[in-house]
């Protein structure tokens, strides 16, 4: 079997202390990190991760871990590849059975495969604003967490925003989805139609074929069809040949609204004056002088235990939304310790409870200084969603700002097509749904 572990990627600047945490003790909590950061879609990858292992590190350093818990990792390349996802999960979880955090993937192919796979092993599967959507209904999915929000929620959210630019009405206006042709990009088209059916606009879909970096016809038919708005869920190199496409035929930027994975740096920059004006939903916002991406330079970078040579990336869209994927596995691990035992590594199903028992208010975000990173999150057996809120943000042609607060999608419009998914499920799958009334905190 071709091994896709690279542990020298000297190529994509990342330091040693990628998988300087590989062994694993009592006194650690282990985080099989199933990434990418090579390939096409790798300089996203590595923001990310980077992101997410440097939060690690400050945990560590800062705290002495969890309570005294260290917070240990290993990393294993994937390059976006869903048959490499699946090895290095499977290379991964024997050092998972003794402590588990969330598996975070960044791929909406990879988490669909690892979803059968990941109950069985009762390891927690991480999906943050990625993945299975339907798995928001924890009673069929009890190891599977769409957290913070859904691709879905994520769509009804840019139509309520739309809606309101428009004066409350979408009566007779055109609205184009011009998506990814992957999971990733089919998730929101169910929403989007029952949005379409309930507010009477009329939707094209359009979808680009990966990578993406082709989209001359996508664009001749969007100069065709005339629409309002695009709604545009773009991944790597598909984001900024979009932007310099809208600019080709004339269609204005700010009628475009990416989604969280069209919405970063690595998105904007790279399509120069194109982008200017362009907006994307976002959980997170941008910038180094956010107080734990602030603190986070001052003790990791300045102690020498950065994950990322290339520091320009600190403060970025997607490098602080890997700080908040990391915050969030951190605080369920001292979830889980309040129940299980303080000072002891959680096992995966001790860290399946936590994830199913969150509650991050506003006031601890704020006292960790990620008030910005992270909208409130609640989650329960019957809900592994816990949030549903976006902000939108637009470019400057220098910097992302954000122009809304929270947004919620149509929760009574979408959940129960969750429900209706995750019932098929597990009739398809012989599951018999828990009973979320009978789950004790």
Known sequence: MKK???????A????????????????EQFFPLVSYRVGPYGANGQAFYGGFVDYLNYVNMKEGGVNGVKMAWEECETEYNNAKGVECYERLKSKAKASAGPIHTMSTGISYALVDKAAADKLPLAMMGYGRTDAVDGSVFPYAFPLVTTYQM???????????????????????????????????IVAL????????????LIPVAHPGNEQGAQWLKIRQEKPDYVIFYGWGVMNQTGLKSAQKVGFPRDRIIGSWWAGSEEDTVPAGDAAKGYMAATWNLAGKSLPLIADIEKTVYGGGKGNLQDTSKLGTVLYNRGVSAAVLSVEAVRRAQEKFGKGKAMNGEQMRWALENLNIADARLKQIGAADLLPEIKTSCAN??????????????????????????????IHPLFEASAKQYAKE????????????I
């Open 154 to 188: 994520q769509a009804s959210a840019i139509v309520r925003f739309i809606k309101d630019k428009e004066k409350g009405s979408l009566a007779g206006k055109k609205i184009v989805y011009l998506y990814h042709d992957s999971a990733y990009g089919k998730e929101a």
């Open 12 to 27: 994509v600047a990342v330091s040693l202390a990628l998988i300087s945490q590989s062994a694993v003790s009592a006194e």
């Open 429 to 440: 799958k012989g599951i018999t749904p828990r009973d979320c009334s009978k789950e004790k």
């Open 193 to 204: 139609q029952a949005e379409a059916s309930l507010n009477k606009f009329e939707l094209t």
């Open 4 to 10: 896709s572990f690279k542990p020298a990627l000297a």
């Open 384 to 413: 592994h969603e816990g949030s549903g809120k976006v902000k939108i943000q637009q470019w400057d042609g220098a910097k992302w700002v954000p122009v809304s607060g929270w947004i919620e999608g149509n929760k009574a419009l």
